[in-house]
C-alpha cells in the first residue's frame, strides 16, 4: 500500500508506521513558514496527538522568534514526541541552544539519521 504524500510550498508530510515524517523544503524557516506547517500538521492529523519525526537537514536558518514559537504549546501541543533530524554543525548549534533554552513539553531528540530517529520514535507510536 503506498503511503498518502501531503505537502505545501514549504513541507512535505507522509505517516509511517503511526509516526508523522515532515522534511522542510526551504533553508529558512520564518515563524510565518513555522506557523503554516504547524496549521497544515494539524489539518492532515485533524488535531489528533502523535508522534512526529521532522526532517530539518536542509535548513540553514531559524530565527529566535520562530525557535521560541516551536518550543510553545501552540506549536507542539498536539505531539506526543519530536525527533529532529540534522546535520550540519551550524543547525546542530542552534538544536542544542534550543533544547538548552526553549524545551519543549513533550519528549524531545536530535538525531543525524532516519534509523536512529525512528527506532527512538517509535517508542511512542499506537
Known amino acids: 500500500m503506498k503511503e498518502q504524500i501531503y505537502e ?3 513541507i512535505t508530510f507522509q505517516f509511517h508506521n503511526g509516526v508523522l515524517h515532515g522534511k522542510y523544503k526551504t533553508p529558512t ?3 510565518d513558514i513555522a506557523k503554516s506547517a504547524t496549521d497544515f500538521r494539524r489539518e492532515i492529523t485533524r488535531g489528533k496527538k502523535i508522534p512526529a519525526i521532522a526532517d530539518i537537514s536542509s535548513v540553514k536558518h531559524v530565527d529566535k522568534a520562530t525557535r ?3 518550543s510553545s504549546s501552540e506549536a507542539g501541543g498536539d505531539l506526543t514526541a519530536l525527533a529532529v533530524i540534522l546535520n550540519n554543525p551550524v543547525t546542530r548549534m542552534m538544536g542544542n541552544f534550543f533544547v538548552k533554552f ?3 513539553e513533550y519528549p524531545f531528540k ?3 539519521n532516519l534509523t536512529e530517529a525512528t527506532e527512538w ?3 511512542f507510536a499506537d
Open 8 to 10: 505545501n510550498e514549504y
Open 29 to 31: 524557516i520564518t515563524l
Open 68 to 70: 521560541t514559537f516551536f
Open 102 to 104: 526553549y524545551r519543549p
Open 110 to 112: 536530535f538525531f543525524t
Open 121 to 123: 520514535i517509535e517508542e
